[in-house]
């Protein structure tokens, strides 16, 4: 039996009527229409539908939309601010880390969950965090490089302010008020 599932992506709510089995995946792409998450294998091994559930990255296709009931999402089209791409996209188009547009958006992601946890990896770190999304085309160094001048600061440098704007938008949601005052 469907249930209202409130679901809070990219600083916005949307209320979604979905079956208890329904994956966050296709909740984004088909109850939301946000299709910048891609499915490549379904099976949580390529990283193409990696999204920020709370914080933490997930394959989508592997995660129940039920779970992530008001916990914050971040999807590919959270990344843009104010008429601007964020660091990591310009860094990808820059360093021409991308070709096809399947696994971009996942390695992008999953590029931002890493930096929101320790902004100043090690190229180790990034080599083996990255490992989880695969790329068909573009081959891996243009990837690895175009993370790296984020880390380095060879784009614009305003990682971490982009980073805080994203959060202000997140708590000044009016369900987070709501709760607040309940508590
Ligand atoms: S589509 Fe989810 S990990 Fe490949
Ligand atoms: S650019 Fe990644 S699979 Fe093609």
Redesign the pocket.
Known sequence: MKRQVALLVNGEEYDVEIEPNRLLLHALREDIGLTGTKE?CSIGVCG?CSVIVDGRLVSSCLTLAVACERKPITTIEGLAADGKLHPLQQAFLEYG????????PG?IIAAKALLDENPRPSEEEVREWMSGN?????GYYK?FEAVMAVVNNKITGEYLASRKRQEAKIQSLDVYKAESKTT
Do not use: D, M, P
């Open positions: 490549g193409a880390g991308l070709q096809c547009g399947i696994c971009t390695q695969l790329c068909r085309c573009t990837i």
